[in-house]
């Protein structure tokens, strides 16, 4: 198959399709109501499950149950739908199922408004719900990196028994992009009967499964938090992904940005490299595992006198990048988050005030 | 020899935690023996909610989930649709049900969706320990209606199986009591009929079942039940609400 011009949101319900996944529960959203719209034609060509459930916090819980059954399932929603979704996360974290979460971000807080934002970065990369726990969580800058990264999630989220989460802003789902659908489609599911509520004659087992969350006992608690923090311990060790452009240059200041937001800064550092002046760039493809190291290496060149977030938000990636450059260079913040993106020349003026 | 009351095996070795005279126990027993009897007990999910019988699954012998307060239906909604071909129910309070849940339950019943529902009407919060419930009798005094509750300031209770037969989607939905043995057989008849209808992949059930909580009441196990007949039956009326005739 060659290359289908594709909007983003449609290309990700594809996406899950061709990575097995065929189990789909939502509820309507701007701006991302084409991922339901495609799979309701889509799903059922497949012999799939299409499912608008009554809210985001039923579709949450639908999703539980179909992964705790041992269905490979996904919902797609924006950041209302997901503040609202973050309770029945919290419980699928704890008891271990796996299922992905796309969030195609709009601006916030509150109804906010219906145009781009990565303004939900923290909560995404934070652990989103009550308690202590992390979503792997990854971010495209293209359609194609979409579809690649939907189909990664769902051997992700089987292999860690976690939610995973695509964090794309508006334009990711919005725009109209050509893309290749790779060719080996149908990553097969791994096993799940050691846990699954499948029911005992499908495992053909006597001892019978159980998906919870509660334990009661504080020891009990403490070794099961204990052994989810290994979970992501391991998933910083083994899954942290980022682009690195143009660092091989005498850069004076880095950016770290990420999404559609990084496209811009890439445009922005081609015309200032015109100009004589060189930018380096590191883009987290994973915001949680943060690629804390390359940021670290990066902002730490003897050439680079300071980094610089640039962001859809007011102030959020910011944060991990302070963390991590640990006060070895100065680290500001620079971007807009009311669903316009900053343009090239906005950047580039900020960038030359730096200097 | 032939033993006439065993254990039955979808019942776990186990002893609860319910307090002395709780009907709990009765309700699981009889799920228990429903499901011996319909032979299902392999392909049988449970799904606990958050009250007293959040532990349901220590006493079953099959496949459960623990869902969140008033969250089951959406979760049960998720397993029957992506496994047509188990038996699945909600074991849920009137806490959990018809107050933090009652979206969940309404919309699950009005999809039809292709599970059980065994809705335990206690007329109060047992596990947060007694607190008013939407299913509190008007005068009755709990913890936060220490004067009685007053239905001008906080409505009559609900009545959930007549609320849910209302829906125009075909359902089996019916109301019975686990006070005393009289009622018990009749409770253990509609849940083997709602089980019944699911095997049947005919249609949404929900068994509502008049109980007891002694604890919070604040009366005996045996006073509980008397309570129960005497100030929930006339308004909580027995009977099946809706059939899918
Ligand atoms: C989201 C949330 N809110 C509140 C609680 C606290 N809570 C636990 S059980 C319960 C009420 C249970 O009452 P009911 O459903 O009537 O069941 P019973 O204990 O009487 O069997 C409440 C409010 C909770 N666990 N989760
Ligand atoms: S508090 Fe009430 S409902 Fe809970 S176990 Fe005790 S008697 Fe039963």
């Known amino acids: 198959m060659g290359k289908v011009l594709m909007k983003g949101n449609e290309a990700i319900g594809e996406a899950a399709i061709r990575a097995g996944c065929l189990n789909y529960f939502a509820y309507p959203i701007t ?5 339901a719209e495609y799979l309701t034609h889509r799903l059922p060509e497949e012999g799939g499950v299409f499912l608008q459930g009554e809210s985001e916090v039923a579709v949450s819980y639908m999703i539980f149950g179909a992964a705790a059954a041992g269905a490979r399932v996904f919902t797609t929603s ?3 739908g997901i503040s609202l979704m973050s309770e029945g996360i919290s419980y699928i974290a704890s008891a271990q199922c796996p299922a992905v979460f796309v969030n195609i971000m709009r601006g916030g807080p509150g109804l906010g408004g219906i145009l781009p934002s990565q303004a939900d970065y923290l909560q995404a990369t934070k652990g989103i719900g009550h308690g202590d726990f992390r979503m792997l969580v990854m971010a495209p800058a293209s359609v194609q990196e979409a579809v690649e990264m939907t189909m990664a999630a769902f051997p992700l989220a089987e292999k860690y028994r976690n939610p995973v989460m695509i964090l794309g802003d508006g334009l990711i789902g919005q725009m109209m992009e050509p893309v290749d659908f790779p060719e080996h489609l149908k990553t097969p599911p791994s096993n799940k009967n050691a846990w699954a509520t ?7 087992s006597e001892a019978r499964n159980l998906v919870k969350s509660l334990y009661l006992d504080p020891e009990q ?49 081609m015309q200032l490299k015109q100009e004589g002046l060189e930018i380096g760039l590191i883009r987290p493809q994973t915001l949680f595992p943060f690629p804390g190291e390359m940021v670290l290496q990066a902002a730490t060149k003897d050439s680079c006198q300071a980094v610089v977030s640039i962001e859809m938000s007011m102030g959020q990636l910011v944060e991990d990048v302070e963390r991590y450059v640990k006060g070895q260079r100065p680290v500001s913040w620079f971007g807009k988050c009311g669903g316009e993106v900053p343009t090239p020349e906005e950047i580039i003026d900020h960038i030359k005030a730096m200097l | 020899m032939v033993k006439l009351f065993t254990k039955p095996e979808a019942l776990a070795e186990q002893d609860t935690h319910y307090c002395p005279g709780c009907t709990h126990g009765v309700i699981h027993r009889l799920l228990a023996e429903v499901i011996d009897e319909l032979g299902i007990r392999g392909r049988t999910v ?39 071909d188990l038996m699945v129910f909600t074991y849920q309070g009137d806490g959990d049900l018809a107050s933090i849940g009652m979206g969940e339950i309404i919309h699950a019943a009005n999809r039809g969706e292709k599970f059980t529902s065994i809705f335990v009407n206690n007329a109060v ?22 004067m009685g509750r007053n239905v001008e300031d906080v409505g009559m209770p609900v009545k959930v199986a007549e609320l849910i037969a209302a829906l125009t989607t075909p359902g089996y939905i019916v109301r019975q009591a686990v006070i005393k043995p009289k009622y018990i057989v009749k409770a253990k008849k509609a ?35 008397d309570w129960a007949e005497e100030n929930m039956l006339s308004y909580y009326q027995l009977g099946e609400y809706k059939t899918p005739e």
Not at chain 1, 198 to 204: V, Y
């Open chain 1, 221 to 269: 608690l403490n070794q099961h938090n204990l052994m989810l923090k290994a979970k992501y311990e391991q998933m910083e060790a083994e899954e942290v992904k980022a682009e690195a452009y143009n660092v091989d240059k005498d850069y004076k200041i880095l950016i770290v940005s990420y999404g559609t937001m990084s496209r811009v800064c890439k445009t922005a550092i």
């Open chain 2, 46 to 84: 449970g799904i606990a909610p958050v009250g007293c019988a959040v532990l349901a699954y220590n006493y079953f012998t099959f496949d459960f989930q623990e869902a969140a307060h008033g969250r089951a239906p959406a979760m049960a909604t998720g397993v029957k649709r992506v496994r047509p």
């Open chain 2, 191 to 225: 849940i083997k009929k709602a089980f019944t209808y699911q095997m049947e992949n005919r249609c949404f059930s929900l068994v509502e079942l008049v109980s007891t909580c002694p604890t919070n009441w604040g009366l005996t196990p045996l006073e509980s039940v």
């Open chain 1, 198 to 204: 499948n029911g005992m004659d499908t495992r053909q």
């Open chain 1, 31 to 35: 701006p991302q109501s084409e991922v």
């Open chain 1, 78 to 80: 924006s950041s209302p």
């Open chain 2, 125 to 146: 919060y047992g596990m947060t320990g007694g607190q008013m419930a939407p299913t509190t009798m008007p005068g009755q005094r709990t913890t936060t209606s220490p």
